[in-house]
């Protein structure tokens, strides 16, 4: 299986930050990367998908990019609704792992 | 309106049976993978499984084949997560969601069943 590995596992910061959140596969995985988004007692919401393509429907503050072994989402402006828990997946191979996931956490 | 609507909670004991379902409504159910995603108490996302309803074509995880079952009934759109003997460690959150083949992700997830499993 390959292994996805975030960072960090939580992370702290205030309304307005710009935050980076770091996810690495355990071997190449070119460009098969989504991010997702989940918020306590609700399903994940898909983010981006291909490392770097926005979902429809997803505010353009959220970016993704990378390819092969490391890749990164960012969030250009923290608002109070993106306090949640973030996750990467594989899709390069099955069985498509995630991430363990990093709690964005208002300071 | 694409949507999953998954059954409800249950409460089992162990070395019980059980059968989860997913039901698709809005888009075409025998075209689309449709997974099954485990959540632990305040752990992180775990992939279990994939069927495509279209010709019953599943692949599990290996850390989850022979643990479960899925399977399909495309005659009524939808999918089933089932389990021959429960355990305590089956406790969790389980939710199916949509696979893009095109996007390589799951665009669409259902609400979740919990399960608890406690003698």
């Known amino acids: 299986d390959i292994q996805m590995t975030q960072s960090p596992s939580s992370l702290s910061a205030s309304v307005g930050d710009r935050v980076t959140i770091t996810c690495r596969a355990s071997?190449?995985?070119?460009?098969?990367l989504n991010w997702y988004q989940q918020k306590p007692g609700k399903a994940p919401k898909l983010l981006i998908y291909?490392?770097?393509s926005l979902q429809s429907g997803v505010p353009s503050r959220f970016s993704g990019s990378g390819s092969g072994t490391d890749f990164t989402l960012t969030i250009s402006s923290l608002q109070p609704e993106d306090f949640a828990t973030y996750y990467c997946?594989?899709?390069?191979?099955?069985?498509?792992?995630f991430g363990q996931g990093t709690k964005l956490e208002i300071k | 309106e694409v949507q999953l609507v998954q059954s409800g909670a249950e409460v089992k004991k162990p070395g019980e049976s059980l059968k989860i379902s997913c039901k698709g409504s809005g888009y075409s159910f025998t075209n689309y993978w449709i997974g099954w995603v485990r959540q632990m108490p305040g752990k992180g996302l775990e992939w279990m499984g994939i069927i495509y309803p279209g010709d019953s074509d599943t692949r599990y995880s290996p850390s989850f084949q022979g643990q479960v079952t899925v399977s399909a009934d495309k005659s009524i759109s939808t999918a089933y997560l089932q389990w021959s003997s429960l355990k305590a460690s089956d406790t969790a959150m389980y939710y199916c969601?949509?696979?893009?083949?095109?996007?390589?992700?799951?665009?669409?997830w259902g609400q979740g069943t919990l399960v608890t499993v406690s003698s």
């Open positions: 291909a490392a770097s």
């Open positions: 997946q594989q899709s390069y191979s099955s069985p498509r792992t």
């Open positions: 071997q190449s995985i070119s460009s098969y």
């Open positions: 969601a949509i696979y893009s083949s095109g996007r390589s992700s799951f665009d669409n």
